[in-house]
Every structure is written in C-alpha cells, then in structure tokens.
C-alpha cells in the first residue's frame, strides 16, 4: 500500500500564492505517476495536474499559468510531490488532494476525469480570505 499526507493547507490572502506539499511513503515504484486534485463541497473533484516519474508534467486547461506541479525523486523513487498555486482567487477554495498511481493507471485523462488513481491522501484544506 501507499500513503500519502498532503501539507501546507490553510487561508490564504486574495492574490497570494501557496505551496502545497505531498509525501509519499510505502510501497512505491519508480514508475508511478503523481497528481493533484481538488474538491469543493457540492461539486464533483476536478484534476489540476498530473506528473510522470520523467518529469512530464501535464495540466488541466483552465489551470495553466497560475498552478505548477513539481517533484523530488529519491533513489529513483518520486517521494514528494509539490504544487505552486499564484494569483489566488475565492474559486481556489477547495480540498486539495494528492494522489499516486501505478504506471499502468497514468494517463492525463486522469486530469479530465478527476479521479482514477490508485492512492489518495486525505486532503489538505484550502481557503482564501479577502
């Protein structure tokens, strides 16, 4: 199995930036994908990102610009997964969740779908204050 713990949540000012931070631990291959998503209550969970063990990293159209996805790889490992979000705006309000997959299950429709990932960690709780 694997767990993953998000970090770096909480209110943020109207236009400021965040960092979000994602460790992974357990049962990880060199190959597995990572990502991120986010959740507003009532609504369905939407990708942001999605980032391959060779540093390609993919996003949803609409968050191009302002959101990057990056990693740390240790011993060939992806162990932390980080995501930069700038410019923020009362509509980034949202649990914001990382996730892992087996090569197999990698794929940027991951982003279209919001879901399809084999690990998810319990989220990290985003709000923006004006």
């Known amino acids: 199995a694997v767990q993953l713990v998000e970090s770096g949540g909480g209110s943020v000012q109207a236009g400021g930036s965040l960092n979000l931070s994602c460790v992974a631990s357990g049962r990880l291959y060199g190959t597995d994908c990572m990502g991120w998503f986010r959740q507003v209550p009532g609504k369905e969970r939407e990708g942001i990102a999605l980032?391959?063990?060779?540093?390609?990293?993919?996003?949803?159209a609409s968050m191009k610009g302002r959101f990057t996805i990056s990693q740390d790889i240790t011993m060939n490992q992806v162990t932390t997964v980080y995501l930069h979000i700038n410019s923020l705006t009362s509509e980034d309000a949202a649990t914001y969740y990382c996730a892992r997959a087996r090569s197999t299950r990698c794929s940027t429709d991951r982003i279209t779908s919001g879901g399809g990932m084999d690990y998810w960690g319990k989220g990290a709780l985003v709000t923006i204050s004006s």
């Open positions: 980032i391959y063990a060779d540093d390609r990293a993919f996003y949803r």
